[in-house]
């Protein structure tokens, strides 16, 4: 097995968005940006780089400095555009420069819609899945707006295709949620009648080798957990925590509770803790805090109305259980907001 990702595998399943959560320093980054430098010389496909917060586009001037010379050779970045020279051998002043990528900014990202990207074949989002405790925080609606902007990029032409980078650190993303892919025993993940692709690769040679160097020796040592994740891709979360896939025996159903990334019944039982899960009975009391999710059927209610605050309350007091880590997801993705 090769030290760094193979970008092959995935791309053979020909899903629009895909999502690769693996262990750090794989070489997810590396063979992104080599394959669209590649793809752009060998067919005129067009690039965009994405991250999150402006701030993030500080190291831009250094996004070639990693990939071998013989590739980079005739590129440069200029602003934010990544550019290809025509005629490396004229003159400065005759030299033609066409452009090859495009650096962008998902929170601004609302601000582009008359941009037209005729061109780009292929977004990658780096660092899309964060690690928990950091300074970084996921933007409000993050699913939405980037698959806006994919929108954006490829209006309805089924051209373009989104690469998701990320470290295995928590199951507690929104795309995990949204697509119903949340990290199991499975290496591989296809949602959406194939339009979305995850792939959770194993720790592989790098992790091997990673595991004995000295620093590899002492996290394993001295933090298991970060050694899990870091080298052996473990989602630290990924555990039984807060599961329990059946119902219990003395739970009665209370409420559904819609949410805008899927819909939890909640049941509660005798010693008043509460259990939820994505799968609904057949006669069923909605209630809501999003107002566009309001029907004939669904009752509009904020956080500190009682039948959404005890929910809360449950869970602060450690008194809630998922059936599945799905509905985990949905609950804390909207918890936390």
Not at 76 to 83: A, P, S, T
Not at 112 to 135: C, H, M, N, T
Not at 305 to 312: E, T
């Amino acid at each position: 097995m090769s030290d760094f990702y193979d970008y092959r595998p995935i791309l053979s399943r020909n899903a629009a968005i895909n999502l690769i959560v693996g262990g750090r320093g794989i070489g997810k980054t590396y063979g992104a940006k080599a394959m669209v430098l590649n793809r752009f010389l060998k067919y005129g496909d067009e690039f965009i780089y994405l991250r999150r917060y402006k701030n993030e586009q500080s190291g831009k001037m250094s996004f070639l400095a990693d990939l071998p010379t013989e590739l980079t050779a005739g590129f440069r970045v200029r602003g934010n555009l990544v550019e290809w020279c025509r005629n490396p051998g004229a003159d400065k002043k005759a030299q033609e420069w066409v452009t090859a990528g495009y650096f962008a900014v998902l929170s601004t990202a609302g601000t582009q819609k008359s941009v037209s990207y005729p061109k780009v074949r292929w977004i990658i989002f780096d660092e899309a899945v964060l690690p928990p405790g950091g300074s970084v925080r996921y933007i409000t609606d993050e699913v939405k707006l980037l698959q806006e902007f994919y929108n954006t990029v490829d209006r309805y032409q089924d051209r373009t295709r989104l690469i998701l980078l990320g470290n295995a650190a928590t199951i507690m993303c929104p795309y995990f949620a949204a697509w119903n892919v949340v990290p199991d025993d499975q290496e591989w993940h296809m949602a959406a009648d194939g339009f979305v692709c995850a792939h959770y690769p194993p720790a592989g040679a790098y992790g091997r080798r990673v595991a004995q160097t000295r620093f590899g020796r002492f996290v394993r040592k001295t933090d298991p957990e970060y050694a899990a994740y870091a080298i052996g891709n473990m989602f630290s979360d990924a555990t039984p925590q807060l599961l329990e896939p059946s119902r219990p025996d003395d739970a009665t159903y209370i409420q559904t509770v819609v949410y805008t990334t899927g819909k939890l019944a909640f049941w509660r039982r005798r010693n008043g803790d509460w259990w939820a899960t994505t799968r609904l009975p057949g006669e069923q009391r909605f209630i809501t805090r999003e107002p566009n999710l309001v029907d004939e059927n669904t009752i509009l209610m904020t956080y500190g109305d009682g039948p959404l605050a005890v929910l809360r309350w449950a869970f602060n007091q450690g008194r809630m259980r998922f059936a599945s880590a799905r509905a985990r997801n949905i609950f804390i993705e909207t918890y936390n907001r």
